[in-house]
């Protein structure tokens, strides 16, 4: 019995006595697991915080507008004797509730098509996984999500970036140039649109591009469409409404932004390939089920989403017009117009947006207020991309956000000064 358990214990050439005084280690995974950068600089926000500065966020995307009060209600009214798991593809009450939905939103799905997921992060995460092996490849355009890189390393998929430009609003790059992307290992595309962190709509032409290429190379279309609502001079046109690739688009969705919901964390992965859907089922079963009170506190907003998205929509239409108005009064920024979403990306006058963001939030002040921005880098997976850039979310109300961009002006002159 005893040499048994030493044969076990061993591994390769070792021996038992070597295998148990080696010192364990993490996994390859995990020391390649990018941290947040979109959070590194929220403890130093919160050290000034507590030492009386006033620091306004423009690093993240948390909405300050109230949930809708139906939320809650729905939760004060769950009347079940027993808070049970849910079935690993979502409740049916809710899944008909996500049909509902996107059949207002033009877009025919069934309930047999649909996963709900804890959120848009993991649909994201069992798509990647679905359609991929370990090391295939998924185009990606870049600045992109930052958590991207988070998801991919979890599914072990490489993200290949194609890098968009400021200069145009970071739209598409022409068909042929995405082509020259596409490895042996490439496996799909993933398209957000609205695009976060740049905020723009990708126009019908530009995806037709895309929906051509994925057609003729036998790729998937993964399209993150979690900001749909907030589409301000066009509306965004979904991957699903190109049948010529009814088989390959997968829609990753989220209530998150739409409904100002963020910790709820309910999300869903629809397509009408069963064999996609099929097999983040099976991923579902190994997670078991999303949270049940969740899933069901947002059927209403389902059912009738335009009465929820239109004023929170409207305020952040409002939001992105100050601050592009604002943005004129910065020397030396380089902005554009977003189309969507509640974020752009903008160029300033620094050689390092990093350190700037750090100086900023560590040491500036004026009249004890400072801003917490986040810089580019950590949206770009090419080295180098994005050293001047920072992404800013219109999260705060007006006057904040108007104070916001002052501040940003003022520390800038500052920084000029002392660099």
């Known amino acids: 019995m005893k040499q048994h358990f030493q044969k076990e214990d061993a591994r390769g050439d070792l021996d038992a006595a070597t295998a148990v005084t080696r010192t364990p280690s993490v996994s390859s995974r995990a020391i390649s697991m990018q941290a947040s950068p979109l959070r590194k600089l929220a403890a130093a926000a919160s050290a000034r915080a507590a030492a009386g500065i006033k620091v306004y966020r423009l690093n993240i995307g948390q909405p300050d507008l109230p949930t809708p009060p139906a939320v809650f209600e729905a939760v004060r009214s769950f009347s079940q004797p027993t808070l049970a798991y849910a079935p690993s593809n979502g409740l049916p009450i809710p899944l008909t ?28 995460v069992f798509a990647m996984s679905a359609v991929c092996d370990p090391d295939d490849e998924i185009i990606v355009f870049e600045p992109f999500y930052t958590n991207y890189n ?64 994925v057609g003729r190379r036998g790729l998937f279309l993964l399209s ?44 869903v ?42 004023p929170i929509v409207e305020e952040f239409r409002k939001r992105r017009d100050l601050v592009y108005e604002e943005l004129r009064s910065i020397p030396g920024a380089t902005f554009y117009r977003p189309e969507g979403a509640f974020y752009i990306v903008i160029g300033l006058p620094v050689r390092d947006s990093e350190h700037f963001a750090r100086w900023l939030v560590e040491e500036f002040e004026h009249e004890k207020e400072t801003v917490l921005l986040a810089p580019a880098q950590g949206f770009y997976a090419t080295p180098g991309k994005g050293l001047n850039e920072v992404r800013i979310a219109f999260t705060l109300k007006g006057e904040d956000l108007r104070r916001s961009l002052s501040l940003i002006r003022l520390a800038l002159e500052a920084y000029s000064k002392k660099s």
């Open 97 to 124: 509730a996500w049909k509902s939905y996107y059949r207002q939103n033009g877009i025919e799905i069934d309930e047999s098509e649909m996963v709900i997921t804890a959120g848009g992060s993991e649909a994201i």
């Open 150 to 213: 988070g998801f991919a390393t979890l599914a072990s998929v490489n993200l290949r970036p194609v890098p968009l430009s400021i200069e145009n609003g970071f739209h598409l790059p022409p068909a042929d140039e995405i082509e020259r992307h596409i490895t042996p290992r490439t496996r799909a595309i993933l398209l957000c649109n609205p695009a976060n962190p740049t905020g723009t709509i990708y126009t019908r032409g530009e995806i037709e591009g895309i929906v051509e290429i």
């Open 224 to 267: 993150d469409e979690v900001y749909r609502e907030f589409a301000f001079d066009a509306p965004a046109i979904s991957v699903m409404s190109f049948p010529e690739i009814r088989d390959r688009a997968v829609l990753l969705d989220s209530c998150s932004k739409r409904f100002n919901v963020c910790g709820a964390r309910i999300g």
């Open 269 to 310: 992965l629809a397509s009408h390939n069963a064999e996609v859907v099929q097999t983040a089922l099976k991923f579902g079963m190994a997670r078991l089920s999303v949270a049940t009170l969740e899933q069901l506190a947002l059927v209403p907003l389902l059912e009738s989403p335009a009465r929820y998205t239109a």
